[in-house]
Nanobody, 118 residues
Framework: QVRLAESGGGLAQPGGSLRLTCAAS????????MAWFRQAPGKERELVAR????????DYADFAKGRFTISRDNAENTVILQMNSLKPEDTAQYYC???????????WGQGTQVTVSS
């Protein structure tokens, strides 16, 4: 019943933009830390951005600062990752993550592929 579904990935040119959406079902994201991770083949999964409780500032990886923005749309129960000024090294599978405030249990989506190439 708990499900995260990522969408919005695809091919972008260097300097271009993509908007990733994580649609949650079976739970309300207002009571979860929500995050985006990414993983390239043969590499470790790494945090891109995380948003915690309302009123706190989002956390960003150094490579994401100034280029990526994470946001919640609580009315739609979705989490957005707006990616601008894309670089080839941004190429990876991007995953949505939810972590319950109450139990700390984690849920993962299946991922959406982002490829940045000229």
């Amino acid at each position: 019943q708990v499900r995260l579904a990522e969408s919005g990935g695809g091919l972008a040119q260097p300097g271009g933009s993509l908007r990733l959406t994580c649609a949650a079902s079976g739970f309300v994201i207002s009571y979860y830390d929500m995050a985006w991770f990414r993983q390239a083949p043969g590499k470790e999964r790494e945090l891109v951005a995380r948003t915690r409780k309302i009123g706190s500032s989002p956390d960003y990886a150094d490579f994401a600062k100034g280029r990526f923005t994470i946001s919640r749309d609580n009315a739609e129960n979705t989490v957005i990752l707006q990616m601008n000024s894309l670089k080839p090294e941004d190429t990876a599978q991007y995953y949505c993550n939810a972590r319950s405030w109450a139990t700390q249990i984690n849920f993962w989506g299946q991922g959406t592929q982002v490829t940045v190439s000229s």
